[in-house]
Every structure is written in C-alpha cells, then in structure tokens.
C-alpha cells in the first residue's frame, strides 16, 4: 500500500487566490511526522512545513498551513494569497518513528501536485 | 534553517567513467544521510541510508557496487556512480538529517552520462 499519496497531478490557481493540495497517508504507527516541501524547476527541495503526529493544532508557516484530519489521515497544504513565485512541484511526506532525538525513519514522498498560479 | 550543500550540480561525464557527488552538512552534525535518485516529473527515489561511520544500507534494486555510499564524518557523505553508463543519468538529491525533526536537502545534481 501506498506510504503518501497525492491525487492531484496537477493543479491551478489564480493570484491572490487559496489553493489546497490533498495528501493522505497511511501508517500503523501511532508516531509520525507529516512535512510538505516545495521543488521548483531549479530541482531543489525546500521544505515548508510540518506536523507532528500527536500536535493538537494545525501546523501555520506564513501563507503555508497544514490542514491535519488525523482521524482521515490527511494533511491538506493550504496556501493563502497565491503568488506566482508559487508555481512548482509540492511534495507530501511522511516519517514514522518521527520523535524527536531518532536517527530512524525515512521520508515517505507521495507523487507530487504540479501546482501552476496565473495572473 | 539548516543548510546541506551538494557539488556538484550538473556533470557531463563519458560512458564507463566515475562521477563523485558530495553532499555537507555545514552547520549542524548529520547523524544520518540518504540519498535520492529523482526522474523527470517523477517522485524521490530512496538509494540508500547512510549513518556516519557505519555502512551504508541500500533500498531494495539498488546496486551497491554502482553507487558508493561513503559517510566519513558527521558532516560530509559522498555518493559515487561507478562506471557510468546513459541510463544512470537522473537528478540526485542527499538530505541530512540532525537530532532534530526536519530533513534538510542539498541542491541536488543533475547527472548527464553521454
């Protein structure tokens, strides 16, 4: 079964405009770590936020905040006031064992949205 | 945020040749490094997990001969493609990782074997 996915292959906004992008995740663990990252074409992987398993609110970075249903297992990125600097690929991924002080867990990725904001 | 440097990030190198990729971490320890093999419009591709000191320890289909893993210290692993041919040519991304929660990534380096 899939780690991370991500149904959205693609998606477009305008400016200005909020844009959700859907991850949902599976995993027994009771401890994990969700993170959503930005590669744009440049290749490099730029991390935006993240949310812990055991969190109680929803994980806010600027524009940037994770919409985490635990019981769903999703992690919707939300970003406010699309820019166009926001057009690239947006990563889910997930870390199980994910406490703090573990060298152990690998990041899980999901396939990736291409998100494309026009003016 | 923390920073991990990777060089280089293009190389054209001919067929049967080794390519060394280096990734740092420049200021914080990296208890643990993986590194990444990504296609074009395509998902993050673990090779291998690496901890300093200690071997590496490669994903399932990766071929250990053909992708060196060297962690040498707590702040620098190097990933060689030995003999290589134009299907080993893919963007390669290491990611280090602290004590702490979050995987920091470098560059990347974008392989071309012609």
């Known amino acids: 079964a899939q780690k991370i996915t991500q149904t959205q292959p693609g998606m477009f906004v305008q400016e200005k405009e909020a844009v959700t992008l859907d991850c949902t995740y599976d995993t027994s663990d009771p401890s994990y770590g969700l993170f959503w990252y930005k590669q744009p074409s440049s290749g490099e992987m730029i991390f935006l936020i993240y949310?812990?398993?055991?969190?109680?609110q929803n994980a806010t970075e600027g524009r940037y905040s994770l919409n985490f249903q635990k019981a769903r297992k999703s992690a919707n990125l939300v970003i406010s006031a699309s820019q166009l600097g926001d057009s690239a690929m947006y990563f889910c991924?997930?870390?199980?064992?994910?406490?703090?002080?573990?060298?152990?867990?690998?990041?899980?990725f999901g396939r990736g949205t291409q998100l494309t904001v026009w003016p | 945020g923390a920073v991990v440097s990777q060089h280089p990030s293009r190389v054209i190198c001919k067929s049967g040749t080794s390519v060394k990729i280096e990734c740092r971490s420049l200021?914080?320890?990296?208890?643990?490094m993986f590194w990444y093999r990504q296609f074009p419009k395509k998902s993050l591709m673990l090779m291998a997990t690496s901890n300093e000191g200690s071997k590496a320890t490669y994903e399932q289909g990766v071929e250990k001969d053909k992708f060196l893993i060297n962690h040498a210290s707590l702040t620098l692993s190097t990933l060689t493609v030995t003999s290589a041919h134009p299907e080993d040519s893919s963007f390669y991304i290491c990611?280090?990782?602290?004590?702490?929660?979050?995987?920091?990534f470098g560059q990347g380096t974008r392989l071309t074997v012609v």
């Open positions: 990611s280090a990782r602290d004590w702490g929660i979050e995987a920091f």
């Open positions: 991924a997930m870390r199980e064992r994910a406490w703090r002080g573990s060298t152990l867990g690998r990041l899980y």
């Open positions: 949310q812990g398993s055991y969190d109680q």
């Open positions: 200021d914080f320890q990296a208890t643990t």
